[in-house]
């Protein structure tokens, strides 16, 4: 059985850096995909960074260049590096997985809890 626990969130100001990190347990790269959403009260969940089953990544555009996500198998852990933060970047965060990902629309996702980051100006 998947299972997915965040940590890393927090209060940063802009321009800060936060590293996220994610322990799946259940987890095999060769099944699917990893990956980070978040979302805002009030809004759908939307993708934010995903690495395929083949090592391909994908970022929504309004963080590339500014965040990484990585993981490592030996540790089964997923990262999101994020730099340069910014007030709309202020959301809960949550790692998932899926069976199959088409870019960073996942399909039959498992979800962590969660984890908030709060950028202030």
């Known amino acids: 059985q998947v299972q997915l626990v965040e940590s890393g969130g927090g209060s940063v100001q802009a321009g800060g850096s936060l590293r996220l990190s994610c322990e799946i347990t259940?987890?095999?790269?060769?099944?699917?995909?990893v990956g980070w959403f978040r979302q805002t009260p009030g809004t759908q969940r939307e993708g934010v960074a995903g690495?395929?089953?083949?090592?391909?990544?994908s970022y929504t555009d309004s963080v590339k260049g500014r965040f990484t996500i990585s993981k490592d198998n030996a540790k089964n852990t997923l990262y999101l590096q994020m730099n340069s933060l910014k007030p709309e970047d202020t959301a809960m965060y949550y790692c998932?997985?899926?069976?199959?990902?088409?870019?960073?629309?996942?399909?039959?996702?498992?979800w962590g809890q969660g984890t908030q980051v709060t950028v202030s100006s």
């Open positions: 690495i395929a089953s083949d090592g391909r990544t």
């Open positions: 259940g987890y095999t790269s060769s099944r699917g995909c």
């Open positions: 998932a997985t899926g069976y199959h990902c088409s870019g960073l629309i996942f399909y039959n996702v498992y």
